[in-house]
């Protein structure tokens, strides 16, 4: 035959390259759920000190005093289930009014620019919502927002008080502003899932725009939209930096929107780098402890959301 | 025409300018914002910024130089560590996805992206901050790349995806083993799509502030190893913005000026990347 | 005379669907052996075991034997890689790398293997290209980009990178289905010719292509071999009726 050389096919060497090959990236991916692991592991361990002294007292308890070793972290639950909420709450249906404008509203020029804009805008870091926020909109709010509703509400408990500025209110408008462009986005994806053939048939029987949203658009992809605004209120719930600069930081349970509150993860951000006892570290880590179960929880059912509406499209290769 | 079709027509009139409506009231605070930070920081932006460290309090004048090389050094360090576990977990996933051992990666990779920045930043704390008896800019770059690399894990996977099965095949075909043909040709093709993922897991972990708090805890000065303290830009304009000085509140917007801008920079350099993908 | 190839009893599963079910052929050193059957039954299934593709398919099982030069290939000794470089593939749609020019495209089995050296590559990449009829087309622009060819000629040029690699076994999988009928009569005069050099075993579901370009042909069905001869015998007197049902086109 040929000059060609004949390779013997029982060169290991080959087979070598590609064990190790494999060896080394199993490992690396099997270390994605090993960060994981560890990550609960450490909070749960670094938490037990405070579970063991205060147990259920400690989500009751409203004392938090790191001189008298005493603490409750009901206050900052209080903060933060209400904060985020109400954020939610505001932002759900701008978002999906926004993403339908995207969708099916605007003329295809302006939608095409407003989704990438609403998408760059999610990209802006929360510190620097913070920064504007503690330093133009607390001072707005305390000028001009805050006066009118004390003065014409100021008979519902919600707008009693002076008005600081920085309070309750600023935290839940800065969190409204920070998860709008999330919420937006996601919903725009999902509603873009949903096949023109819906659409079609809604339009085919006569129906106006806003009968098609509701018969086709909505009943689609309503679960996909439930899944954007859980984790939409994920991120409401773990937001540090923003909230932190704008809530005021006293632990207090007031009813009222204009009167200063105090989040998880502010009192984290606030206290954590210069904790005075081993007890004040291990309360801080149990707060963070309980924002860890809640957001993985609140993350476990949004994926399961919104894997439902988008498995159809990103189906493995064939 | 009769009623219900006149009240049809009414809803769909109003639901519309309801839609409408709502997109106008998600763009303008966000555009208030934008002008905001163009405005303010503009007028405080100076070449100080760039080349000097801050002055003391009462004294005006100052920049964040420190903290422009220490976000860039941590970014750097934290792609070192967060950039091959990603891209080469997410040619794990694409080779032998299919397993339930896959999906619980993904899963897991899933459930990291939501965690709060902040709790990484406390575990990074107690696994490095607390045995090395001290804040560091290495804790601050490990905290950095556990926020990185679910990111790059997802989106390089998706990217990997794309690349079509026949080119494995026909590498795979010449003899060229497995490995070979992962890097060489699955992960090549897929290029582009991988710096996008990239540039937004970066563009993402330079604004974050919450996991520096207790790692690289921030620094006035410059620090010369990555074993100290050191400053970054997120966290100064975090400093900055709640001190009572306006001086400080004048390079914070300043901060962010150039936070945005080089977040944009990074993002839109992302999308040309994604988009000029097609084109091989 | 010894088979080049040989397979033995060869059953394919796919989970629990048995695709293909103890098929046993041989294909003698220097002959075009055809392979043709309705489209499920197999052929392309046979065809992908004779290099070990099937090694990457997690669902995928093969028993029996597979022999070249009388070393069975899926023995546990035995380096999949190490095959693939005496067994190439053709493949149905042309798959040139698209990262790469025609130059890079044609060198590729050894550039991804690491092995570099100039001189011997531009022997390498001209030999090649000649070998498939290529070169005149393309010599004054070998740095430019394969995805600029035509069908026919990214198949052609994808043939020059299996035979760059020299290997002995030559396996295309419906190599003409997606070109027009001058690229596809081009190919099979490439054909003829390889088997001067190779051994080359062709999966086609256009039975006039196999009655021209083969010296063998095997029948399968519902991944049974039904029958297997010298082509002019299988296409002028096939011995089983189903096979000759298939020629004439009463069923499949």
């Known amino acids: 035959m040929s000059d060609r050389v004949s390779v013997a096919m029982t060169d ?5 390259g590609d064990t190790i090959f494999k060896g080394i990236i199993l490992a690396l991916a099997s270390s994605i759920i090993l960060i994981l692991l560890i990550m609960i592991f450490e ?16 989500l009751i308890g409203r004392e938090w005093d790191a001189v008298q070793g005493e603490f409750g972290a009901l206050d900052f639950l209080y903060g933060s289930v209400l904060s985020s909420l109400l954020a939610i709450l505001l932002a759900t249906p701008l978002s999906v009014g926004a993403a339908l404008f995207i969708t099916d509203i605007a003329p295809r020029k302006v939608g095409n620019f407003i989704a990438p804009v609403v998408e760059l805008l999610a990209a802006i870091p929360s510190v620097i919502y913070g920064l504007w926020g503690v330093l133009v909109m607390a001072p707005w709010l305390q000028q001009s927002i805050q006066p009118w509703l004390v003065e014409h509400l100021g008979f519902l408990p919600f707008f009693q008080g002076a008005p600081y500025g920085v309070s309750m209110m600023a935290a839940v408008f800065i969190l409204m502003i920070m998860i709008i462009p999330i919420i937006t986005s996601i919903t725009k994806e999902v509603l873009l899932a949903v096949p023109v053939s819906q659409k079609e048939a809604a339009y085919a029987l006569g129906a106006t725009r806003w009968e098609m949203v509701r018969l086709s658009l909505i009943p689609y992809a309503r679960s996909g939209v439930l899944g954007a605004v859980i984790l939409g209120l994920g991120r409401a719930i773990g937001e540090t930096m923003a909230v932190t600069m704008v809530i005021g930081n006293t632990p207090q349970i007031s009813l009222s929107l204009l009167a200063p509150g105090y989040t998880m993860p502010s009192v984290i951000a606030n206290e954590f780098a210069e904790t005075t006892s081993k007890l004040h570290a291990s309360a801080l880590m149990e707060v963070g402890l309980i924002l860890l179960v809640v957001t993985l929880i609140i993350n476990v059912m949004a994926r399961l959301l919104i894997w439902s509406v988008t498995r159809g499209d990103t189906g493995a290769r064939a | 025409m009769n009623s219900f079709d006149l009240r049809r027509r009414l809803t769909n009139t109003l639901m519309t300018t309801l839609m409408v409506g709502a997109a106008l009231a998600v763009i303008t605070p966000l555009g208030i914002i934008f002008v905001h930070i163009l405005k303010m920081g503009a007028g405080s932006l100076s070449w100080d910024f760039f080349t000097q460290i801050p002055k003391p309090t009462g004294e005006s004048g100052g920049g964040m130089a420190n903290g422009l090389a220490g976000s860039a050094l941590m970014i750097g360090l934290a792609s070192g560590f967060g950039l091959p576990v990603g891209i080469l977990g997410a040619v794990y996933l694409n080779e032998f996805g299919s397993t339930r051992f896959a999906t619980a990666i993904r899963f897991s990779a899933d459930v990291l992206a939501g965690i709060p920045s902040i709790i990484t930043g406390m575990v990074a704390y107690t696994l490095l901050v607390v045995p090395m008896k001290g804040f560091s800019a290495l804790a601050g770059a490990v905290a950095l790349a556990l926020i990185m690399i679910p990111i790059v894990l997802r989106t390089t996977e998706e990217q990997l995806k794309m690349v079509p099965g026949t080119l494995r095949e026909a590498s795979l075909a010449l003899g060229v083993p497995l490995w070979r043909t992962s890097l060489k040709v699955t992960l090549v093709s897929a290029r582009s799509g991988i710096i996008t993922g990239v540039l937004l897991s970066i563009a993402r ?16 000065f410059w620090s010369k190893k990555m074993t100290e303290p050191m400053a970054a830009i997120p966290l100064q304009i975090f400093n900055f913005a709640i001190s009572p000085y306006d001086d400080w509140h004048k390079l914070a917007w300043a901060g962010a000026l150039v936070l945005v801008v080089i977040m944009f920079t990074l993002n839109l350099t992302a999308r040309y990347f994604g988009s000029s993908r097609h084109q091989g | 005379m010894n088979p080049k190839l040989k ?31 309705p489209s499920g039954c197999g052929k392309s299934t046979v065809l992908r075991s004779i290099n070990r593709m099937h090694d990457l398919t997690p669902s995928a099982r093969v028993t029996g034997r597979v022999l070249l030069d009388d070393a069975d290939i899926y023995d546990r000794k035995v380096d999949p890689v190490a095959v693939r470089r005496r067994i190439g593939m053709v493949f149905q749609k ?68 299996t035979v760059a690699v020299q290997p002995e076994v030559i396996l295309m999988d419906e190599p003409c289905s997606a070109l027009d009928p001058i690229a596809t009569l081009k190919i099979e005069e490439l054909i003829d010719e390889l088997k001067e050099q190779y051994t080359v075993v062709i999966v086609t579901h256009n039975m006039q292509q196999a009655a021209r370009v083969s010296d063998f042909t095997a029948f399968l069905y519902l991944g049974e071999l039904i029958e297997f001869d010298v082509t002019k015998k299988i296409f002028t007197n096939p011995a089983q009726t189903r096979t000759e049902d298939y020629i004439t086109g009463r069923f499949g």
Not at chain 3, 9 to 27: C, P, R, T, W, Y
Not at chain 3, 136 to 153: I, N, P, T
Request: aromatic content about 6%; glycine content about 8%; some cysteine.
């Open chain 1, 12 to 16: 290991r060497r080959v087979i070598k």
């Open chain 1, 43 to 58: 909070m749960v361990k670094e938490s037990l000190p405070a579970i063991q002294k205060f147990g259920g007292r400690f």
């Open chain 2, 205 to 220: 972990i330079a604004g974050e502030t919450a996991p520096l708090l207790f790692t690289a805890l921030g620094n006035q």
């Open chain 3, 7 to 37: 397979l033995e009893q060869l059953n394919i599963h796919f989970g629990s669907s048995h695709a293909v079910k103890d098929v046993s052929l041989e294909f003698p050193a220097n002959t075009v052996t055809a392979i043709i059957g």
């Open chain 3, 94 to 161: 042309a798959n040139p790398f698209p990262a790469m020019s025609i130059y890079d495209n044609v060198i590729s089995g050894y550039k991804l293997n690491g092995r570099v050296n100039k001189s011997t590559m531009d022997e390498i990449v001209e030999s090649s290209l000649k070998r498939v009829a290529l070169w005149d087309e393309v010599k004054d622009r070998l740095k430019s980009s394969a995805m600029a060819l035509s069908g026919g000629q990214q198949q052609r040029l994808c043939i020059a990178r």
